[in-house]
């Protein structure tokens, strides 16, 4: 059974950073997509990025420039690097991971299987 467990979210003012934390086990994490999603109250979950298992990052525009994925297979953990932070930044965080590949659906949330718990992140203005 694969396990996320998601880290590092928090209260934050605009324009401040964060860096969220992935780590995954019982799975062939070097050989997996990882992807973060967002979810507002009131909203449906929204893709945020995407990278694949050799470091090909992909983007929301809502983030592109301000935010970076990245994953360290030796320690089986994604990142997500939070700048320029914004009021509409605001929602739970979820990593993801499909059992196999997402291929061109990577951004919809169907095409995950194992999901985190999540962590809060909070922009304050």
């Known amino acids: 059974q694969v396990q996320l467990v998601e880290s590092g979210g928090g209260l934050v003012q605009v324009g401040g950073s964060l860096r969220l934390s992935c780590v995954a086990s019982?799975?062939?994490?070097?050989?997996?997509?990882m992807g973060w999603f967002r979810q507002a109250p009131g909203k449906e979950r929204e893709f945020v990025a995407a990278?694949?298992?050799?470091?090909?990052?992909i983007y929301a525009d809502s983030v592109k420039g301000r935010f970076t994925i990245s994953r360290d297979n030796a320690k089986n953990t994604v990142y997500l690097q939070m700048n320029s932070l914004k009021p509409e930044d605001t929602a739970g965080y979820y990593c993801?991971?499909?059992?196999?590949?997402?291929?061109?659906?990577?951004?919809?949330?169907?095409?995950?299987?194992?999901w985190g718990q999540g962590t809060q992140v909070t922009v304050s203005s």
């Open positions: 993801a991971s499909p059992k196999g590949s997402a291929g061109s659906s990577y951004s919809q949330p169907r095409s995950y299987d194992y």
């Open positions: 019982g799975s062939t994490f070097s050989s997996s997509m």
């Open positions: 990278i694949t298992w050799n470091g090909l990052a």
